[in-house]
Every structure is written in C-alpha cells, then in structure tokens.
Nanobody, 122 residues
Framework: QVQLVESGGGLVQPGGSLRLSCSAS????????MGWFRQAPGKEREFVGY????????DYGDSVKGRFTISRDNAENAVYLHMNSLKPEDTAAYYC???????????????WGQGTQVTVSS
C-alpha cells in the first residue's frame, strides 16, 4: 500500500519559518515527481510547488515563490518544504503528492498524503 505521511505542521507566528516533511513508502520514490499543495477552508486545493524525480528542477506557485523551498532526499524517501517569511495567508492544510509527470495540476497526482495543518497567527 502506497503511503505518504506529512509532518511538521503547527502554529507559527507571522514572519516565522517552518519545515514540513513527507515520508513515502510502498512506491519507487525516485521514479516520481513530488508536489506540495495546500487547501484552506472553502478554497480549492492550491499548487505550492513540485520537484522532479532526481531533484533537477523545481517549480513554485507565485504566492510562495522566493519564500518556500522544496527539496527531496531519495535515499530516505522523503520530500521537504521549507517555509520562510510566513504570512497569515499561508494558513492551510498542506499535502504532499506523487506524480509520474511534472505538473502543477492536482489531477495529475496519483497519490496523496493526509495533510498537515499549518496555522500562521500571532
């Protein structure tokens, strides 16, 4: 059974930083592009970023570009999202996902984690 498990969410003050982790099992991790999405209540799931299967290319949504950094460690079957200069607008449930191709579209991701909540508030 494929399993993606996010961790690292929590409450952080505006301007603060947080690192999210996603641990994968049950799939050949290095053969998948990995993406991060987020979803706030009443909103559609929003693209945050993705990283290609060897880590050679990264892409980010405009709202997080320059503040968030995605990375992966294929030896540990893990993908990370480093979040800096956090804003209240970043408050959402964050999900990692796996795709066979590079994409910004949630429909292209075959496997999803359960999400981890990030709340940015003073």
């Amino acid at each position: 059974q494929v399993q993606l498990v996010e961790s690292g969410g929590g409450l952080v003050q505006p301007g603060g930083s947080l690192r999210l982790s996603c641990s994968a099992s049950g799939l050949t991790f290095s053969r998948y592009d990995m993406g991060w999405f987020r979803q706030a209540p009443g909103k559609e799931r929003e693209f945050v970023g993705y990283i290609t299967w060897m880590g050679g290319y990264k892409d980010y949504g405009d709202s997080v570009k320059g503040r968030f950094t995605i990375s992966r460690d294929n030896a540990e079957n893990a993908v990370y999202l480093h979040m800096n200069s956090l804003k209240p607008e970043d408050t959402a449930a964050y999900y990692c996902a796996a795709s066979r191709r590079s994409s910004r579209n949630r429909e292209d991701y075959q496997y999803w984690g359960q999400g981890t909540q990030v709340t940015v508030s003073s």
